[in-house]
């Protein structure tokens, strides 16, 4: 069995432009991201996958730097693009990151792979992390079932295609009580969010270390004028997805 950690990642964004590249002290934010999921001791590789549009070049170009794989694929459509570059990799297993969290936690990249072992589920959670560091298990075979069946292309947000449909098995990672913390919001993907993020690298980065979860909540805890910065952004919905094609 091959597992890799998938980053799906491009330049566009309305809300904060040109997000992944944007300096977070001292260097881009994706690059802090992958310096993060290089923590993760139990994936054969890390994926950046990106869009064919010439925009994300410079994409590919952090990629090479920083010695990880990456694909190129649908601009709109991130479930093909994520299964091609599966195909493409011969992977089993992905563990799927977004550009914008810079504070993926590592360590439950490595549950979610293990209980992926244990159960041979067809997706995975660890939704009681605080929104941002959580990440999800997919198994290849179930995202090729997916991307059969669906009848939408912009996939942007995809997890209803696995949780509203009754054809995959779908298993959740228990969360530690020290960092169950849902509630707290650490994605970068409006202005607000992008200072809080500052905010928490600026207190807490340390070259060559990794900025643990429990680090970050504690600060917030302690410091809780940083959680109001961004509190009344919501968070983006799916849209209407059709599952009636994948049920019994």
């Excluded at 799906?8 to 997000?19: A, C, G, I, N, Y």
């Excluded at 299964?83 to 550009?99: C, E, H, M, P, R």
């Excluded at 992390?129 to 959580?134: D, E, I, Q, S, Y």
Aim: hydrophobic content about 40%.
């Amino acid at each position: 069995m091959r597992t890799a950690v998938t980053i799906t990642v491009r330049m566009k964004s309305t809300r904060l432009p040109e997000k992944a590249m944007k300096d977070l002290v001292g260097k881009p934010m994706i690059e802090h991201l992958i310096d993060r999921l290089r923590y993760a001791k139990l994936p054969d590789e890390i994926i950046l996958c990106t869009s064919t549009n010439p925009q994300d070049d410079i994409l590919v170009e952090v990629a090479k730097k920083n010695h990880i794989k990456w694909f190129r694929g649908d601009e709109m459509d991130v479930l093909k693009r994520l299964l091609d570059a599966a195909k493409k990799y011969k992977i089993d297993f992905i563990v799927s990151t977004t550009g914008d969290n810079p504070l993926t936690d590592p360590h439950y990249i490595d549950r979610l792979i293990k209980k992926f072992e244990e159960t041979d589920a067809d997706y995975i959670t660890c939704l009681d992390l605080p929104l941002g560091a959580f990440s999800y298990g997919v198994k290849v075979q179930a995202l090729e079932k997916v991307v059969e069946l669906k009848k939408e292309r912009d996939t942007e947000i995809w997890g209803v295609y696995f949780t509203k449909s009754n054809l995959f098995k779908i298993e959740k990672v228990e969360v530690e009580s020290q960092v169950r913390h849902p509630e707290i919001r650490l994605t970068a993907d409006t202005p607000e969010d992008f200072r809080v993020m500052g905010e928490i690298y600026g207190r807490l980065y340390r070259e060559g270390e990794l900025i643990e979860l429990v680090e970050v909540i504690n600060l917030l805890k302690e410091n809780p004028l940083l959680m109001e910065i961004n509190k009344n952004i919501t968070q983006r919905k799916a849209s209407k997805i059709d599952t009636s094609r994948m049920r019994i």
